[in-house]
T-cell receptor, first 112, second 113 residues
């Protein structure tokens, strides 16, 4: 079945460092891909998405490109802030009913 | 615009007790979902609904039941709670069509002792 694999955390960075969180997927067909962010004690919020190959999703300085050839959707940010500390989830939406399948989440901690 | 509202936010149950978690959305979304979140396991789908009056099983449905009598509400029931059901439960909804992300509620933290 479809699945999503994320790099394990926690990831600890200093403020203004470059961030990459790896995400790869296995799916039949052409799923839509998402990144969600969860701040402590809150629900998940949609961060960005891409619906077809080579699409780049972007929001709040974060970017991810849908790479069909490598089945990847890595999350990047050029300069992280303390306020970016959260858990990040990569997910795909299957074409049969649109159910979201999540990776296990990657905790990011940004130190001043 | 409230989005997705979950009640209650916290609950402690004794083993064997029953309870119902309520999810309400005001966005006229057709699809609704219940997930549980456990450390190191991401989110796992319990049950979902593709419209009023419909329900379907997800990845981990055992021990749970659901109902969607009204389009805006999706109820998750635990008939006889077990410690293994200690988790954070999230409800989500989305509109019809492909490529749409979900709107999530803020979660219900349930502890079964």
């Amino acid at each position: 079945g479809d699945s999503v694999t994320q790099m394990e955390g926690p990831v600890t960075l200093s403020e203004e460092a470059f961030l990459t969180i790896n995400c790869t997927y296995t799916a039949t067909g052409y799923p839509s891909l998402f990144w969600y962010v969860q701040y402590p004690g809150e629900g998940l919020q949609l961060l960005l998405k891409a619906t077809k190959a080579d699409d780049k999703g972007s929001n709040k300085g974060f970017e991810a490109t849908y790479r069909k050839e490598t089945t990847s959707f890595h999350l990047e940010k050029g300069s992280v802030q303390v306020s970016d500390s959260a858990v990040y989830f990569c997910a795909l939406s299957d074409r049969q009913g649109g159910k979201l399948i999540f990776g296990q989440g990657t905790e990011l901690s940004v130190k001043p | 615009n409230a989005g997705v509202t979950q009640t209650p936010k916290f609950r402690v149950l004794k083993t064997g007790q029953s309870m119902t978690l309520l999810c309400a959305q005001d966005m006229n979304h057709e699809y609704m979902y219940w997930y549980r979140q456990d450390p190191g396991m991401g989110l796992r789908l319990i049950h979902y609904s593709v419209g009023e009056g419909t329900t379907a099983k997800g990845e981990v449905p055992d021990g749970y039941n659901v109902s969607r009598l009204k389009k805006q509400n999706f109820l998750l029931g635990l008939e006889s709670a077990a410690p293994s059901q200690t988790s954070v439960y999230f409800c989500a909804s989305r509109p019809t069509g492909t490529g749409y992300g979900y709107t999530f509620g803020s979660g219900t933290r349930l502890t079964v002792v």
